[in-house]
Nanobody, 122 residues
Framework: QVQLVESGGGLVQAGGSLRLSCGDH????????MGWYRQASGKQRELVAS???????KYGDFVKGRFTISRDNTKNTVYLQMDSLKPEDTAVYYC????????????????WGRGTQVTVSS
């Protein structure tokens, strides 16, 4: 199966920033919708942000203007810029490429990378 490879996670202090990247080795990247998810220990995976093939982005309510999703179709890469990080942002972050939008909400396909760990210390 074609891989998704997330990177850019790490340990950061509260208020700091990280930029996550996700490379997609599949075909047709520019035509695909995509999203970033996160899963904290003991919790369900939740949608952080999504971006359509047209570049329209949406965010989870908890983001509150702190994160920015973007894509570079020339590099088959989707990014998540995270600023003003909080300890509650600590989670493994995953990207998903190729899902659909239903009633404005991104629905993922069952194709996930290994994720990248983000840890925010207080």
């Amino acid at each position: 199966q074609v891989q998704l490879v997330e990177s850019g996670g790490g340990l950061v202090q509260a208020g700091g920033s990280l930029r996550l990247s996700c490379g997609d080795h599949g075909n047709g990247f520019s035509r695909k919708h995509m999203g970033w998810y996160r899963q904290a220990s003991g919790k369900q995976r939740e949608l952080v942000a999504s971006i359509s093939s047209f570049g329209t982005s949406k965010y989870g309510d908890f983001v509150k203007g702190r994160f920015t999703i973007s894509r570079d179709n020339t590099k088959n890469t989707v990014y998540l810029q995270m600023d003003s990080l909080k300890p509650e942002d600590t989670a493994v972050y995953y990207c998903n490429v190729g899902g659909t939008f239903v009633s404005g909400r991104y629905i993922p396909v069952p194709r996930w990378g290994r994720g990248t760990q983000v840890t925010v210390s207080s």
